[in-house]
């Protein structure tokens, strides 16, 4: 089985669950995604399955990608990934991936980009409580002293200070699926995930729980 499924994060709803309970969930298009690419352990070393996801115009792409496309004769996608395999010999190229792997209850990793917010203060990135908010205390939001005096007369690498905020790479494990719609390509997520509405994440099993 495939471990995981390139999607697009539609926006968040909420459901009610079998004992009348609201739940917040993120709604995801997955797939269907098309195997670019097998990669197995003869030929490059580890065993992947490489996975496209939404239809790009060949006028679009780039020389590379063109002949990438090409050599393995596989339809032109926007986004490509790598998703480890149980069982390599049980796919070929040019095979569809759908989101029937997964099953409501099951525990999921999805990983996106997360929003970015632009360059912010201590406050806001770091969560920093901040100075008296009276007038004239002249220290409100300001991250305060950051460094030693004569001795090491440096500031230490790491120091929580003002700067981008967001934008980023995140993974939030052990997310559980609410309910799979397979006719419609969509899984529901419970609570949210990383990135903004129509950005791509990837879905991954769990490698925390183990799924029934």
Same mark, same amino acid.
């Given at each position: 089985m495939v471990k995981g499924i390139i999607g697009r994060k539609l926006g968040m709803t909420q459901v009610f669950s079998d004992d009348g309970n609201v739940l917040p969930v993120t709604v995801i298009e997955a797939g269907?995604?098309?195997? =670019? !690419?097998?990669? %197995?352990?003869?030929?490059?070393?580890?065993?992947?399955? !490489?996975?496209?996801?939404s239809e790009k115009k060949v006028k679009r792409?780039?020389?590379?990608?063109?002949?990438h496309f090409k050599k393995h004769n596989a339809t032109p996608c926007a986004y490509l990934k790598e998703f480890g395999v149980d069982n390599?010999?049980?796919? !070929?190229?040019?095979?569809?991936?759908?989101?029937? &792997?997964?099953?409501?209850?099951?525990?999921?990793?999805? %990983? +996106?980009?997360?929003?970015?917010?632009?360059?912010?203060?201590?406050?806001?990135?770091?969560?920093?409580?901040?100075?008296?908010? +009276?007038?004239?205390? &002249?220290?409100?939001?300001?991250? #305060?002293? $950051?460094?030693?005096?004569?001795t090491p007369s440096r500031v230490f690498k790491g120091r929580k200070m003002p700067g981008?905020?967001? #934008?980023?790479?995140?993974t939030v494990q052990n997310i559980q699926v609410v309910e799979v719609?397979?006719?419609?390509?969509?899984?529901?997520?419970?609570?949210? =995930?990383?990135?903004? !509405?129509?950005? $791509?994440? %990837?879905?991954?099993?769990s490698v925390k729980k183990r799924n029934n």
């Open positions: 269907p995604c098309i195997v =670019v !690419q097998k990669k %197995t352990l003869d030929n490059d070393g580890y065993n992947v399955l !490489q996975l496209g996801y792409l780039n020389k590379p990608l063109k002949g390599i010999e049980d796919y !070929q190229e040019g095979d569809s991936i759908t989101i029937d &792997m997964f099953n409501a209850g099951d525990f999921v990793d999805v %990983t +996106g980009v997360s929003k970015g917010k632009g360059f912010a203060g201590v406050v806001k990135r770091w969560g920093f409580r901040g100075g008296p908010g +009276g007038h004239g205390s &002249m220290f409100h939001k300001s991250p #305060g002293s $950051i460094g030693a005096s004569a981008r905020l967001g #934008g980023k790479r995140v719609k397979p006719d419609k390509n969509i899984i529901l997520l419970k609570g949210a =995930v990383p990135g903004s !509405q129509n950005g $791509i994440i %990837t879905i991954k099993s």
